[in-house]
């Protein structure tokens, strides 16, 4: 809790962090719109990074505008670094999984890395949406 | 800066009630997988505006637990993902279970007519251990 006198530099920073925390939440908002309309895996997973990686990092700039102390800009840094840490590893292994228990089509692929280490099983046919 | 949280947080209550429907919906565990990263970040953003709108600083240390935490729940999903055959993935009818507890009892039956030892209840069909893992 940081208590500073009100003056320009204050009402900015709040400003600054309501724009923020407002694009934030809506990269959040998109995530869950794309995640429910998208028709198969892949497509799901790219709308998930959204607010996985700029997201995060939009509101967390939002809180730390807010907050205006060294001790939480330290610990949402770390938050961030994590993120983007964990998140590839994280989306590496859903769609590896999917690749080898046949979620994906191999007409969606450009590029397909997988196939020559080991071909996958062969492609389940899944109801896609719409 | 009232008006700006009530809409962060109608939107990031959206994202979490829309990861929830695709939750249910799956149809494969992966997806259940991805909408749960999304359910995790939603908790991060909506932890995230409350800490902006009450200024506080104790609910940082959740933002670094959750993220850590959800990569260690997608990660484990993904690692024993196996395919999911079309006859498993649904409930079985009523009819269905009948059939397949007479179909058991008679095979019961007849091992006991028979003198050889009488095969054990099992609740489901044997797992197929040969299942693809990645």
């Known amino acids: 809790m940081t208590h500073v006198e009100p003056g320009f530099w204050t009402t900015l920073a709040d400003v600054g962090a309501a724009v923020f925390l407002l694009l934030g939440a809506f990269l959040t908002f998109s995530a869950g719109v794309g995640v429910l309309r998208f028709s198969h895996l892949l497509a799901r997973m790219h709308a998930v990074t959204k607010p996985q990686v700029l997201g995060l990092i939009l509101l967390l700039i939002g809180v730390a505008l807010r907050l205006r102390s060294w001790t939480a800009v330290t610990l949402l840094g770390l938050v961030v670094v994590f993120q983007l840490l964990t998140s590839p590893v994280a989306a590496h292994m859903v769609g590896r999984a999917g690749f080898r228990t046949g979620k994906v089509a191999p007409e969606d692929l450009e590029v397909d890395d997988l196939s020559p280490d080991r071909p996958p099983s062969p492609p389940e046919r899944l109801p896609r949406e719409e | ?134």
């Open chain 2, 1 to 134: 800066m009232i008006v700006v949280v009530v809409v962060a947080t109608a939107l990031v209550a959206a994202a979490a009630v829309l990861a929830l429907v695709r939750l249910e919906r799956g149809p494969s565990m992966l997806d259940r997988t991805v909408a749960f990263d999304v359910l995790t970040t939603t908790i991060v953003g909506a932890v995230a505006v409350e800490a902006a709108w009450s200024r506080r600083t104790e609910s940082i240390p959740i933002l670094v637990v959750l993220s850590l935490v959800g990569f260690i729940g997608s990660v484990t999903i993904a690692r024993f993902a196996a395919r999911e055959p079309e006859e498993e993935r649904r409930i079985r009818t009523r009819e269905e279970v009948e059939a397949a507890d007479a179909a058991r009892e008679a095979a019961r039956e007849a091992a006991r007519a028979a003198g050889r030892p009488v095969p054990p209840i099992v609740s489901a069909e044997p797992e197929n251990d040969d299942e693809e893992r990645s």
